[in-house]
């Protein structure tokens, strides 16, 4: 993206890059808008007693009470009743900065982020299976080329608008595209084959593919042989997952279950994709493991054109996951409990490897946990609104409440700055420098274009002056370059190294791809080819089983409810609810339901219908479609109040992943 003064104010235009092809979104056309818009935080907010006002207040009061609030619990209830909680939004000196804050300057073990909702189960998979997590190990361009691409809960015609170009260039080339979506979604519309399974039944499709594929003999066997481990016990595990088994618990006839196997196996390229409607489950790691087995199987990661990818989230997805705002993580994709790496990253802290704390817990589990007996009595947040984005959200927002201290750093007040003690008014994107990197793993710059509006500050400012207040060992510097000259420092030698990575290095190209260890040797575009990063250099297979979700329907709960985005908005909706075109594209929450269910319960197109859950419920205007299952009910999760999706979500986390179960739940719905 770059932007342009035209005279009256700032428009963002597209670069034309290999990712987007000139391409950018509504959203994306739309967010200079935020700018100047009048909500925009242009000073510090206090509340000075419970249920007061916030009122606004001078920066140095506000860091003033905000450090010697911090100090005060920490004095009372030790090191870890601070907690940080972070953003995938962040750039990569921001999650960097924030990670070494919370570790050096708050000496608390409790950080996480909202990474966790969106990343984790796919990158955890990953880690499992080729020993690093990068969302896709090839250039995104390899798309349009693939002979067959199967898209598993992935919506991209309305969630990354610009990636449609490549699957219009796959097309063009003759190949053939699968989407696997309880719903016929725009991007399903644009398919070949289009499964329509109940949500959660991902794992038992995969499964059955996989078996199909052994039956019919597409094994790669030369690739399984050199390349991996663990296959024997795979194929033992799947010779048991019948495709008619999979037709039951699915839904999705087995004739497609085997024209979907053969477009995968019988070609020269073909890619798997998921995103987060396979992976936010709590089975989601599983899930994502089953089409990693299937594409090992075939012998597609490291084969030019072929492989397995997942689409990345947020503006910052990738990068947002290697710095150390994750709970077990240190800069460059390290481990918190790896002696090494501690020893590493406190060289180049300058403090003591005994001095860091030891890993935290997960997002829902730290948010849970908050203001309770053993949790956190403080905490920090930096490009995050789980008031509305948590998962089973009334109770998340019953935590913050009790809270002795809630700071939050935002451009906007959002629902989670609103019940903050301290809201600090920070830069937005257009106004600091910095990198993001991208799915591909590919690092970009960030440009300012202009200074941020007087009386903000940057987050990494905001950072700074809360650790000097708090005497914190190590520096914690305001200029990004600075940032970054560290971050590089940090991750040499981790599995995302950007040691070799740097600004000039960048803008001479189209970004540079980790691990890049060495400013004058190569990146690393493509992974995988010879090798996979793990101990003995193979992909490792592993055995998984479907199992059903957590909370099964009933009688009383006998509806499938599932949750996602509409291409007008944007997350929790601080920002784009506050763009009066995306707000007239999308006014507000819905409920869509099968014309058939919508006949049972006697509701019409419009009528305001509640969505009940164990947890609460929502309310919003019914939009009947045919294009979704009549046993299932999807929201999004864009708006608060009534409307909000996240008050009926479930809170089953997958253990591995920790990932939240937002992708289904069992809800009743009712006339209002
Ligand atoms: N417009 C818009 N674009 C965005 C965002 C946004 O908020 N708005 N957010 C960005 C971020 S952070 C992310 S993570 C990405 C997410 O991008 P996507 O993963 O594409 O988005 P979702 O809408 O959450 O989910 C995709 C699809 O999963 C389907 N689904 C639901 N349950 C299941 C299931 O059990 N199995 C399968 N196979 N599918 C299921 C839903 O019907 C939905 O169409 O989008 C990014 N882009
Ligand atoms: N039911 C349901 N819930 C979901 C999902 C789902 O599919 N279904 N998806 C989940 C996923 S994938 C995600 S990623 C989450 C996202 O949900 P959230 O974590 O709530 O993400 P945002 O709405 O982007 O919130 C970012 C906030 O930080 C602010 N912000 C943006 N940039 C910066 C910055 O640089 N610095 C600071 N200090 N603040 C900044 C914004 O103004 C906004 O208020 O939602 C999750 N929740
Ligand atoms: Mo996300």
Same mark, same amino acid.
């Given at each position: 993206m770059v932007l342009r003064e035209n005279g009256e104010g700032v428009e963002v235009a597209a670069r034309?890059?290999?990712?987007?092809?000139g391409g950018l979104c509504q959203k994306g056309w739309t967010a200079?808008?935020?700018?100047?818009? $009048?909500?925009?935080?242009t000073t510090p907010l206090l509340r000075d007693r419970p249920g007061g006002e916030l009122r606004p207040a001078a920066w140095d009061e506000a860091l003033d009470l905000v450090a010697t609030g911090l100090r005060a619990i920490q004095e009372r209830?030790?090191?870890?009743a601070v907690a940080v909680f972070g953003g995938g939004g962040l750039t990569n000196e921001k999650a960097y900065a924030l990670g070494k804050f919370a570790r050096?300057?708050?000496?608390?073990r409790h950080i996480d982020y909202n990474g966790r909702w969106c990343m984790s189960s796919a990158a955890a998979a990953g880690l499992r299976a080729f020993g690093v997590d990068r969302?896709? %190990?090839?250039?995104? *361009?390899d798309l349009g080329r693939a002979d067959t691409l199967l898209l598993v809960g992935a919506n991209p015609a309305e969630?990354?608008?610009?990636?449609m170009r490549h699957l219009a260039d796959q097309r063009e080339r003759g190949g053939r595209l699968i989407v696997v979506d309880p719903r016929l979604t725009a991007t399903a519309r644009q398919a070949d084959l289009h499964l329509q399974p109940l949500p959660g039944t991902d794992l038992a499709v995969a499964n059955a593919l996989l078996h199909i594929a052994l039956t019919e003999g597409w094994l790669d066997r030369a690739y399984v042989a050199d390349r991996t481990t663990g296959f024997d016990e795979v194929r033992r595990t799947v010779a048991g997952c019948w495709p008619a088994e999979a037709e039951r618990l699915s839904g999705v006839p087995v004739a497609d279950l085997e024209a979907t196997a053969r477009a995968l196996a019988t070609v020269d390229r073909a890619i798997i994709l998921t995103a987060r409607?396979? /992976? +936010?489950?709590?089975k989601g790691v599983d899930t994502v493991t089953a089409f990693i087995n299937l594409a090992l199987a075939l012998g597609l990661p490291g084969r030019p054109g072929s492989g397995y990818g997942c689409l990345t989230g947020q503006g910052n997805g990738q990068g947002g996951r /290697?710095?150390?705002?994750?709970?077990?993580q240190l800069p &460059?994709? =390290?481990?918190?409990?790896?002696p090494a790496a501690r020893e590493h990253v406190a060289g180049v802290w300058g403090v003591?490897? *005994?001095?860091l704390p030891g890993p935290g817990v997960p997002a829902y589990q730290l948010l849970d946990s908050?203001?309770?007996?053993?949790?956190?009595r403080a905490l920090l947040v930096f &490009?995050?609104?789980?008031?509305?984005?948590? $998962?089973r959200a009334a109770r998340v927002e019953s935590r913050l409440r009790d809270l002795d201290l809630l700071v939050v750093a935002d451009f906007l007040r959002s629902e989670t700055a609103d019940l903050a003690d301290v809201v600090l008014p920070v830069a937005q994107w257009a106004e600091e420098d910095g990198t993001m990197t991208n799915l591909e793993g590919r690092v970009l710059r960030r440009r300012a274009l202009r200074e941020p509006p007087a009386g903000v500050r940057t987050d990494l400012a905001v950072l700074a002056g809360l650790a000097a207040r708090l005497d914190a060992p190590g520096g914690f510097p305001t200029d990004p370059a600075a940032v970054f000259a560290e971050l590089r420092r940090a991750s040499?030698?981790? $599995? *995302?190294?950007?040691?070799?990575?740097?600004w000039d290095r960048i803008d001479a190209d189209t970004g540079v791809f980790w691990?890049?260890?060495? /400013?004058?040797g190569p990146d690393t575009p =493509?992974?995988?080819?010879?090798?996979?990063?793990t101990p003995d250099g193979r992909a490792r297979f592993r055995a998984v089983t479907h199992r059903p979700a957590a909370e099964p329907v009933c009688a009383d709960y006998p509806l499938h409810f599932t949750t996602g985005r509409v291409l007008a908005h944007y997350q929790?909706?601080? +920002?784009?609810? =506050?763009v009066a075109a995306l707000r007239r594209a999308a006014p507000g929450g819905f409920v869509e339901l099968h014309p058939d269910l919508a006949g049972r319960l006697g509701v019409a197109e419009g009528e305001e219908v509640r969505v009940v859950s164990r947890r609460g419920e929502l309310r919003a205007p019914a939009r009947l479609s045919?294009?979704?299952? %009549?046993?299932t009910v999807f929201a999004p999760f864009?708006? %608060?109040? *009534?409307?909000?999706a996240n008050t009926v979500t479930n809170d089953a986390v997958d253990?591995?992943?920790?990932?939240?179960?937002?992708k289904i739940c069992a809800v009743r719905v009712e006339k209002a």
């Open positions: 034309d890059f290999p990712t987007n092809r200079a808008d935020l700018l100047d818009h $009048p909500d925009r935080l209830h030790g090191r870890d050096v300057a708050l000496g608390t969302g896709l %190990p090839f250039p995104l *361009a969630t990354m608008p610009p990636l409607g396979a /992976e +936010q489950h709590a /290697e710095h150390g705002q994750k709970a077990d &460059g994709y =390290r481990r918190i409990d790896d003591d490897p *005994a001095a908050l203001g309770t007996a053993h949790g956190p &490009g995050s609104n789980p008031v509305v984005s948590a $998962p040499a030698g981790g $599995p *995302a190294d950007y040691a070799g990575v740097s691990p890049c260890p060495d /400013e004058d =493509r992974l995988f080819a010879d090798r996979f990063p929790s909706g601080a +920002q784009t609810r =506050r045919p294009a979704i299952r %009549p046993d864009h708006w %608060p109040g *009534a409307a909000r253990p591995v992943s920790g990932m939240p179960e937002f």
